[in-house]
T-cell receptor, first 111, second 118 residues
């Protein structure tokens, strides 16, 4: 059982469309990271959110941490083919440095 | 900053041989390193947590005698897949973290190693 549920698992959209990826849990996390991974490479950190209700923007990407710090979302505006990849959310707890990873969302943006 | 390297990036070996994968933190001292395994189109599965100078902590279901981890210094951890078999073929990724710089759990990942066992 995944402690962090990501949805959707797969998403195929046209260039220019908007999309939202969700990361949900029944557990509280002290921090929440979003990573993007391309085939044959390691995950690259996009953002870390630590405060309930926090919103961070990274160009066309908007990340939000739920008020209760149990969930998070990633919204991409005007998606581009370069956004294609596997998006992973990962939650951290106070004890130790371990992260709990979600199942991932595989995004494909068609030109 | 916070660059992690892995070597080799790809390895092909015969069944029964052992393979060593290195993970290095290039510009910071990693108090903790993690080893993950990733199957095609799936998320990361944590195999073990490695702290410098101490024995690794393995996740349930991961054979410690099969996957030997050594974290001899603050910048290097190694994963040795012993007597590799075709079912060990996978993408192995390491990550590193350091205490003190930030309050939250942030990991920096290596580029991964593709292991193919024939």
């Amino acid at each position: 059982t995944q402690l962090l549920e990501q949805s959707p698992q797969f998403l195929s959209i046209q260039e220019g469309e908007n999309l939202t990826v969700y990361c949900n849990s029944s557990s509280v996390f002290s921090s929440l990271q979003w990573y993007r991974q391309e085939p044959g490479e390691g995950p690259v950190l996009l953002v870390t959110v630590v405060t309930g209700g926090e919103v961070k923007k990274l160009k066309r990407l908007t990340f939000q941490f739920g008020d209760a710090r149990k969930d998070s979302s990633l919204h991409i505006t005007a998606a581009q083919p370069g956004d294609t990849g596997l998006y992973l959310c990962a939650g951290g707890r106070d004890a130790g440095n371990m992260l709990t990873f979600g199942g991932g969302t595989r995004l494909m943006v068609k030109p | 900053g916070a660059v992690v390297s892995q070597h080799p990036s790809r390895v092909i070996c015969k069944s029964g041989t052992s393979v060593k994968i290195e993970c290095r933190s290039l510009d910071f001292q990693a108090t903790t390193m993690f080893w993950y395994r990733q199957f095609p189109k799936q998320s990361l599965m944590l195999m073990a947590t490695s702290n410098e100078g101490s024995k690794a902590t393995y996740e349930q279901g991961v054979e410690k005698d099969k996957f030997l981890i050594n974290h001899a210094s603050l910048t290097l951890s190694t994963l040795t897949v012993t007597s590799a078999h075709p079912e060990d073929s996978s993408f192995y990724i390491c990550s590193a973290t350091t205490q003190g710089l930030k309050d939250y759990n942030e990991q920096f990942f290596g580029p991964g190693t593709r292991l193919t066992v024939l």
